[in-house]
């Protein structure tokens, strides 16, 4: 009979075990899973979560910026041979026409230079730049810029020549300034003018 009862008292202590571990949130893993795992719903799962370590690869999508080099510094801007070199565009601007002196009103006169300024001068600031646009980072610490055009009898710009260097004029000097010079109007005169304002790189 006492046998009996240490048996009875045995088991009944494996229960009590049992049911421990299961209520202490092994949830029916009876202390099977390992290092690194844990038991959730009669499976053993991995602990947590693995995270990528980060990568020293650059993104093939992320581009560099431009004007930059590898260190995030800006890259000099080298000259090309040629860069410097005066390279006129645009149309050819003829001769000036001979005006008739012996005609009345705006038919017997011509433009003065006042008059020239006066429509000229404004347009200055929006040249100037169409000249740094053009120039952008490049080191040319000299050279000039010579805008032609010219002035119909009636007042409008017909032809514009824009000379400078090609550095400039490969990155679109002339037809900027061409889009400024075109717009002027200028008062009526006896006939056409031509007329050249001159731009220094310093």
């Excluded at 009862?5 to 049992?18: E, P």
């Excluded at 009898?153 to 400039?168: A, D, F, I, T, Y």
């Excluded at 400024?180 to 790189?201: D, M, Q, W």
């Amino acid at each position: 009979m006492l046998r009996v009862l240490i048996g009875v008292l045995i088991g009944a202590g494996l229960l009590a075990g049992v049911a421990y571990v299961w209520m202490r949130g092994d949830n029916g893993c009876l202390g099977r899973c390992g290092d690194g795992t844990r038991c959730d719903d009669h499976r053993c799962i991995a602990a947590a979560d693995v995270k990528l370590a980060p990568t020293d690869k650059k993104d093939p999508h992320r581009r560099r910026r431009h004007g930059t080099d590898t260190a995030g510094a800006p890259s000099e801007v080298q000259l090309k041979p040629g860069d410097e070199k005066m390279v006129a565009q645009g149309d050819t601007l003829g001769r000036p026409e001979r005006i008739d002196m012996t005609k009345d009103g705006d038919d017997a006169r011509e433009l003065s230079q006042d008059e020239l300024d006066r429509v000229f001068r404004p347009q200055e600031s929006s040249i100037l730049r169409c000249i740094t646009d053009a120039l952008g980072d490049a080191p040319l610490e000299s050279g000039k810029v010579e805008v032609g055009f010219r002035v119909e009898s009636k007042g409008s710009v017909s032809r514009v020549r824009v000379e400078g260097p090609q550095l400039l004029q490969r990155n679109g000097l002339s037809k900027c300034v061409r889009s400024l010079v075109v717009s002027l109007h200028f008062p009526p005169s006896g006939g056409a003018s031509v007329v050249t304002y001159p731009f220094e790189l310093k």
